[in-house]
């Protein structure tokens, strides 16, 4: 059975959708003096924007680019593993890396296909508090200059862990819903239906991608 027609829309439209709604379209405004993970999260942004701006790359180049973006700006094998659960422990290395790989694809495309979704728009930094030693999450909100009266930003937060001297996305939440944990959870469901194998699970991400990258809507159950 396939992946449900909600982890699609969900992860789409949103995982893996905001670390990269924000690379997106928008521009990073710290409303204060910004603390070293806030300004992390601001200048890592205004990098995504430049690379998914730039008219002069054509469009492999502009995708080889923001792959090594998003590999910087996040902990792809972390939260990888993270999302696959605890068939990670059963897994061989090869079928492990072999997940990692079509989940970092599968991150890629997400994030380009929703490009457009967010021209235009306006990510603010609201402020940051620290869980734990080196473990952050910075807050913001998309604001959309075109919205009407009432209308509410959406909140979006970013989960940043100090690895070594080096900052790190590790999760997102979007208007509350921590996209990791979410994904996890489908993961998990598509994984008992399916023997626990992730091989099926790669390829069903695969089939995702290639989807996502041809313009069409996720695969239904």
């Given at each position: 059975m396939h992946l449900s027609a909600a982890f699609g829309t969900r992860v789409r439209g949103a995982f893996f959708v905001s670390v990269m709604a924000a690379s997106f379209g928008l521009a990073a405004l710290p409303a204060r003096a910004a603390t070293p993970a806030e300004t992390f999260v601001s200048v890592n942004i205004q990098k995504g924007l430049t690379i998914l701006g730039n008219r002069n790359l054509a469009p492999a180049d502009k995708s080889a680019r923001f792959r090594d973006f998003?590999?910087?700006?996040?902990?792809?094998?972390?939260?990888a593993l993270f999302t696959l659960g605890p068939?990670?422990?059963?897994?061989?290395?090869a079928d492990l890396n072999a997940f990692v790989d079509a989940f970092h694809d599968f991150a890629v495309g997400v994030?380009?296909?929703?490009?457009?979704?967010?021209?235009?728009?306006?990510?603010?930094?609201?402020?940051?508090?620290?869980?734990?030693?080196?473990?952050y999450i910075v807050s913001t909100v998309?604001?959309?200059?075109n919205a009407q009266s009432g209308d509410q930003p959406l909140q979006v937060d970013f989960r940043v862990e100090d690895e070594n001297?080096?900052?790190v996305v590790i999760d997102v939440s979007v208007?509350?819903?921590?996209?990791?944990?979410?994904?996890?959870?489908?993961?998990?469901?598509?994984?008992?239906?399916?023997?626990?194998?992730?091989?099926?699970?790669?390829?069903?991400?695969?089939?995702?991608?290639?989807?996502?990258?041809n313009g069409g809507p996720p695969p239904s159950e």
């Open positions: 998003l590999t910087e700006l996040t902990d792809i094998r972390r939260i068939v990670k422990r059963t897994a061989s290395p994030y380009e296909s929703r490009l457009s979704a967010y021209s235009g728009q306006t990510l603010k930094v609201t402020g940051s508090n620290e869980r734990a030693p080196g473990d998309i604001v959309d200059p001297g080096r900052f208007a509350g819903i921590w996209l990791a944990i979410e994904e996890r959870d489908q993961f998990t469901a598509f994984l008992d239906q399916n023997q626990e194998s992730v091989p099926a699970l790669v390829s069903h991400l695969k089939q995702l991608t290639r989807q996502i990258r």
